[in-house]
């Protein structure tokens, strides 16, 4: 079932009316559904192990709130990190350090030491030069680590340029064949062993097919690989329904990867996004309603700092009033069909001083005053995790909603914490 629905014209969130969660706590203001949540782990777990055993790793970059991460460990959950800092954040929130996978580029001697010392199950290397590192440092450790390559398999995912990861060209994973070179070397080494094998292709992926071939190139290194190696992860990705977008079901994901059984290893899976993307809205109040001469605005109190996916990625959000008349929405309310009666085109705006500030460009929206509040949908990935002080703005807060109850799971900042540690 939705966990935002809307009832007699007005946006709940699971059983609480949003409304009383802004005027509470004011606008803008990050909502999120436990049982949304939730039911989308319980979901792509289930739907995994269905073809292969699959333990399911949290991109904890998506929204890393430790309430959030505190309940996704109690539901069994493992994590993908990609920083010390995300590391804290998961032990903190009761995270098994035996389910962390710890990705990323350019790991520091210090991140890797802390990992190190917790024993997390795989380092996920990008480069010889990593592997040697973690292994010098393992040594010092009196440590043997476990690492898993990240293969580039040179595979175009068809996402947006600054989300691809599985091309040549990016900066990501090392180069495929190459990699299968590697394999005799790290033999070699004595404080790695060889665990596992990675390739993450990109976000979001609305098709299966990239998995599909993945697979094969997987299947094809692991030819090359020793007995050690127990665990293929295959990243995150999966699609995530922003607008008019069909994401094939995890069931269908997990099938185009299911040759990968025939190998006998457990399978990883990194989902992000389309665990915790519709299990959010951004409350927003709009400040002032402005016409120039055929444009209309809704200038709002939400900015380009507290979500900056449209600005940065071109991204879509779904957006609609908190209380409206108007029948309930259907996210296929697109510009290129006939606009039911009543609504009119609108730029949806933030208060910051760029012109890359706007949430939606000529949407068609129900009239709106000042004061009224406005749902952004799919808020939950990358939405106040990716969020800054540009502009001195204090974050706004983070509830969580349960059933009828709602707590405050990160305070809004104030002023004072804008100039804490200058
Ligand atoms: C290595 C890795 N794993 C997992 C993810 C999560 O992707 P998503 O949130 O689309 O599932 C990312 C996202 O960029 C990533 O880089």
Redesign the pocket.
């Known amino acids: 079932m939705d966990a935002f629905t809307y009832r007699d014209g007005e946006l709940f969130c699971e059983a609480v009316a949003v409304e009383k969660i802004a005027r509470e706590f004011g606008a803008p203001a990050y909502v999120y559904s436990e049982r949304a949540l939730l039911e989308r782990y319980r979901a792509v777990a289930a739907a995994f192990n269905r073809y292969l055993p699959t333990t399911v ?1 949290y ?1 904890v ?2 929204c890393s709130n430790v309430n959030i991460l505190r309940l996704l460990a109690e539901a069994g959950s493992g994590f ?1 990190i ?1 920083s010390g800092g995300e590391l804290f954040r998961v032990l903190q929130a009761g995270g098994d350090p035996r389910k962390i996978v710890f ?2 580029v350019a790991k520091t001697a210090d991140e890797i030491r802390f990992a190190l010392d917790r024993d997390v199950l795989l380092f ?1 290397c990008e480069s010889e030069a990593e592997v040697l590192t973690i292994n010098d440092l393992a040594a010092a450790a009196g440590k043997t680590a476990g690492v898993a390559l ?1 293969v580039n398999p040179d595979i175009d995912a068809h996402t947006h340029a600054k ?1 691809t ?1 599985a091309k040549k060209e990016n900066k ?1 994973g090392i180069e495929f064949e190459r990699a299968k070179k590697f394999i005799a070397a790290i033999a070699a080494l004595k404080n790695v062993v060889l665990r596992g094998v ?1 390739a ?1 292709l ?4 609305n098709t299966v097919a990239p998995y599909a071939l993945a697979a094969e190139k997987l299947l094809d290194f692991l030819r090359a690989a020793p007995d050690t190696l127990t665990h293929i ?1 295959i ?6 329904r922003y607008h008019d977008e069909e994401p094939p079901e995890f069931a269908a994901y997990a099938q185009a990867l299911s040759p990968l059984a025939a190998a006998g290893k457990r399978l990883i899976i ?8 519709n299990a959010a809205v951004l409350l927003t109040e709009i400040q002032y309603v402005k016409t120039n001469g055929e444009k209309t605005f809704y200038l709002t109190s939400t900015g380009m700092n507290d979500l900056i996916r449209p600005a940065l990625y071109d991204a879509y959000h779904f957006i609609w009033n908190v209380k409206t008349a108007l029948p309930p929405p259907s996210r296929l309310f697109g510009n290129d069909l006939a606009p039911p009666a009543g609504l009119s085109p609108v730029d949806v705006t933030g208060p910051v001083c760029e012109s890359s500030d706007v949430f939606a460009k000529d949407r068609l929206l129900p009239p709106a005053r000042r004061g009224d509040l406005l749902a952004i949908f799919s808020a939950g ?2 939405g106040f995790s990716m969020s800054s002080n540009y502009n001195s703005r204090p974050r706004p807060p983070e509830i969580l909603v349960s059933g009828n109850r709602y707590r405050v799971i990160r305070r809004r900042e104030t002023y004072e914490d804008l100039l804490r540690g200058e």
């Open positions: 790793c991109s970059k998506s993908d990609v990705a990323g996920n990240r989300t990861t990501f990675d993450h990109g976000s979001p992926i992860d990243g995150g990705g999966f699609g995530l990194e989902p992000g996004r389309s665990l915790i993307g990935a990358y």
